[in-house]
Every structure is written in C-alpha cells, then in structure tokens.
C-alpha cells in the first residue's frame, strides 16, 4: 500500500515539474498594397503615319529645246512668278516673226477683198478665201507665241524645290521632267484606320489629334483634320485619313518622314476601377483574381474579378471590387487565404 502511494506521488511530482508550452504569435507579413481606383476611360488610337507636302508637281517644258538656265536649287524656297527655268527663246522668236508677217499680209489682202467685194468686182469665193486666211494665219500666230511663252517656267505658286533632274546646256524634249516643286504651305500626315475603328467613329470629328516625328517623341504638334476616303483599300480593308500642320510649323522636317499620329476622343467621359497588372491572377482563360485586403482584420482574401481589358501595367476591372480597395500588387504568388499582413509603408 505503502509502495504503490510512493510511485504516485512520484508521478505527480514529476507531471507538475514538466514546462507549460507557450504559444507564439505570428507577426504580420508585410505586403504591398494599391488601392484601385477609378479614371475616366478614354478612346485613344494612335496610327504610324507618312508625312507629305500638300502639292507635288514635276515641272515640264511644253517645248523642245536646248536649256539656257535653271534656278532649281534642291531644297531651296521659291516665291509665286519666280522665272525658273529658260530654253533658248530664238528659234520660236523667228516662228513668231514668220507667222506675224504672213498674218499681216493676209489682213492687208482682206482688206483690199473686201474693198473690191463691195464694189462688186470680186467674187463671194475670193473674200471666203481671203477671210479664212486671215483667221488661219491668226491662229498661226497665237500658236507661235504661246510656244515662245512656254520656253520660260515660272513658280505657280510659293513652294520648295524637292528634287532636281537635269542641268544647263542640257537638250530638252517636251514633257521631261525638270524638277518637282512642293507646296508646303501645310504638310499632311496620311495613315491608314482599320474598318472597325473608322465604323465606330462615323462622323465623328470631336476629336484632338496631334503627331510626332518618329526619333522626335520629345516634340509633339497639334495637327487637324483634312478629309478621308470613304472606300476602302480591297486587300488591307482600311480607309486612308488624311490630317494636316500648319507649314510654318513643320520646317523642321520633311515630306516624306515617318510619324506617329495620336487620337483621342473629346467626348468619351466613362469610368473604369483600375488597378496594377501585377496584382492580378490567372488569365483570360480560367478568370482572373486579386488578393484583397480585410482593413479591420488585417487579412487577405481571394476575390474574383471581370478585368475588361488590359492597358500597359494596369488592368481595367468590370466587377468583383470597389473603388478604394486595397489588393496585393507585388508577390502575388506566395500569399494565401486569411493570411494576416501589414501594408508596406515607404519611409524617406
């Protein structure tokens, strides 16, 4: 009896002498939070666009004829009237002269007809004959000067001279080019809009656009609207839209220098919750979620989200949060559900 009491208390000696365990607690994990807000939606294209002067025109003679001079300074400013071109004038001076003195002489000859006509002593065919003359040799001679008027080009209007193709002395044939002569008075950015885009916007021209120069992002220019087709390429199925710079402006680039034009709606005023790319889960396929944060449990729960589109590092959500939520937006991968965090505060 004595010896089972002994063992015992033995026992509760020693079950009382073991250390009581102690329960930690875990300290919150530090996360970086975003909170989603809402931004006003905006529709916005920006198309790749070819830089062109408002008129192109290749300069011709309208004669044969060997070339006496040319003003045709590549890259140079011309003002409306300037003489540009000559050919030698002497050839069709002498047909002017030719033809002036026939047409004089068949005047003279309508005069004396028509003085015998009406004393009747010449016949109706002889002052037909004479009359015809005289109109046949005019025009000869009217011929002979317009052709004596072509042998000098000048500027039809204030430009640049783009390109020049021949020079002095040389032998010119009517119809071969001399140059070609820009206006750029305004310059044109041309590009091509795909069928949806044009058919979305029909009509509209609430817009502000403006364009750069590609290598020149740095130096943006407000352009305006100049016209659009309305039939559409075959094979691309894009309208070609043409928008213009005053040229005053644009003298610090050329036709023919690629740009990119950027368009945005005026009139588009719809609120979309955006929040950072890099917090979201999943994909297009399965869905998407977000860690969102419980602010009065310091707790994280996964929430489904409708993200109606992705734009650059933020993703547009439908639905599944409020404005002013705060969710997880880096390390998505290793949190979980009821984790207890603290928000990650920057200190400077």
């Known amino acids: 009896m004595n010896r089972f009491f002994l063992l015992a208390a033995a026992f509760v000696l020693q079950a ?104 009747n002593v010449a016949s109706q065919r002889d002052y037909d004959e004479a009359k015809s003359q005289f109109s046949i040799t005019k025009i000869a001679l009217e011929n002979a000067e317009q052709d004596l008027s072509y042998c000098t080009i000048r500027a039809p209007f204030d430009a640049v001279i783009g390109a020049r193709y021949i020079e002095n002395d040389s032998l010119i044939r009517s119809g071969d080019t001399l140059a070609n002569l820009q206006d750029r008075s305004e310059l044109y950015f041309s590009f091509e809009v795909p069928e949806r885009i044009m058919t979305a916007n029909a009509g509209n021209r609430d817009v502000i656009a403006t364009a750069h120069i590609i290598g020149q992002k740095d130096k943006v220019y407000d352009i305006h609207y100049v016209e659009h087709k309305t039939t559409p390429d075959p094979i691309t199925q894009t309208y070609g839209v ?48 977000v860690w969102r944060f419980n602010q009065s449990e310091n707790m994280l729960s996964l929430v489904k989200v409708n993200v109606s589109k992705l734009e650059g590092e933020y993703a547009l959500v439908a639905s599944g949060l409020n404005s002013g939520d705060k969710v997880v937006s880096a390390a998505v991968g290793q949190m979980r559900e009821g984790l207890i965090v603290r928000e990650y505060k920057a200190t400077y």
């Open 16 to 119: 009382c002498s073991e250390p009581t365990a102690v329960i930690k607690e875990t300290a919150p994990v530090v996360v970086q939070l975003t909170a989603a807000r809402l931004t006003n939606l905006v529709d916005e294209y920006e198309f790749p666009a070819t830089v062109s002067a408002v008129k192109s025109v290749d300069l011709k003679f309208e004669v044969s004829g060997r070339l006496i001079f040319e003003g045709l300074i590549e890259g140079s400013e011309v003002k409306k009237g300037q003489v540009l071109a000559k050919i030698d004038p002497k050839p069709f001076q002498r047909k002017v002269e030719e033809n002036r003195i026939r047409h004089e002489d068949a005047q003279r000859n309508l005069k004396r007809i028509k003085d015998v006509f009406e004393k």
């Open 242 to 289: 043409t928008f213009a710079i005053d040229g005053k402006v644009a003298k610090s680039f050329y036709p023919g220098s690629r740009a990119i034009v950027n368009i945005v709606q005026k009139n588009s005023r719809a609120q979309v919750l955006v929040i950072p790319l890099s917090a979201l889960m999943g994909n297009s396929d399965s869905g998407f979620s």
